[in-house]
């Protein structure tokens, strides 16, 4: 079975959108797009990470989809990003869309999740999500993400769209390998390491003051 990659860029809070500029994603009313352009540095392994897609097929939700399609297509033909995206067979996970135009893009109709579970099963390359903030929500949730390459870069944001919200499934994460920039951006890859095993650093005996804020928390007075 082939493994699913997720790799995204985030700020020190959480946040995803909008990492490559003002224009990405300025919905509901984001204006901090472009956030991550003053820390990349010529270090950065974005092949490594699978940011460009080499030796992946690509699946992206559909607000990525537009963004990319609308560039990358454009740019120059010895950019090798461009051309190895250009080239990259791409799904895409879209409740709305009904045709595509950049070539070698497949629609994924329907529910995404045992369309992913299918395209686990086939031969192939690994699947590689770029971005696509709520299709990386829907599949964490689904257990299917074998692997995160999170970016996290120096920056906090305080609003905008995150990379896991309260749908999120618990889960642990084991650090497999991390790398800081010289900027400051700390490149780390997890994979799923089970379940949360929690513990407590509390005494045996609580005191009377921990017993009294403890039935505080329970009256929702605290």
Same mark, same amino acid.
């Given at each position: 079975?082939? !493994? ?17 500029? +003002?224009?990405?994603?300025? =919905? ?8 991550? %352009? ?11 990470? /699978? %940011?460009? @897609? *080499? ?15 609308a560039y990358w297509p454009y740019q120059p033909s ?17 409740? =709305? ?16 999740? +045992?369309?992913?579970i299918a395209l686990k099963t086939q031969p192939g ?5 770029? @971005? ?20 996290? %870069?120096? #920056?906090?944001? /305080?609003?905008?769209? !995150? ?5 999120? *499934?618990?889960? $642990?994460? !084991?650090? #497999? !390998? ?10 780390? =890859? ?7 095993? +929690? ?9 009377? *003051?921990?017993?009294?804020?403890? *039935?505080?928390? $329970?009256?929702?007075?605290?």
């Amino acid at each position: 079975m082939r !493994r699913l990659i997720a790799s995204t860029f985030v700020s020190l809070d959480g946040i995803m959108q909008a990492p490559g500029g +003002p224009e990405g994603d300025p =919905t509901g009313g984001f204006a901090l797009g472009g956030w991550m %352009f003053n820390y990349v540095d010529e270090d950065m392994d974005i092949s490594a990470a /699978g %940011f460009d @897609g *080499k030796e992946r097929e690509l699946l992206l939700g559909r607000r990525t989809y537009e963004i990319f399609e609308a560039y990358w297509p454009y740019q120059p033909s010895d950019d090798p990003i461009a051309r190895t995206l250009n080239a990259a067979k791409k799904y895409v996970a879209s409740r =709305t869309l009904t045709t595509l135009h950049w070539n070698n893009s497949t629609l994924l109709h329907g529910d995404v999740v +045992p369309a992913i579970i299918a395209l686990k099963t086939q031969p192939g390359p690994d699947l590689q999500i770029i @971005g696509s903030g709520n299709l990386i929500q829907t599949l964490q949730a689904a257990s299917l993400i074998d692997e995160y390459n999170v970016w996290t %870069f120096p #920056v906090v944001l /305080g609003r905008g769209k !995150r990379l896991f919200g309260e749908t999120a *499934k618990p889960c $642990a994460l !084991r650090l #497999v !390998r991390s790398q800081v920039s010289t900027t400051g951006v700390v490149m780390s =890859t997890y994979v799923p390491f089970g379940d949360i095993r +929690p513990g407590s650093f509390a005494s045996a005996e609580p005191s009377e *003051k921990e017993l009294a804020r403890r *039935k505080k928390m $329970a009256n929702e007075m605290w």
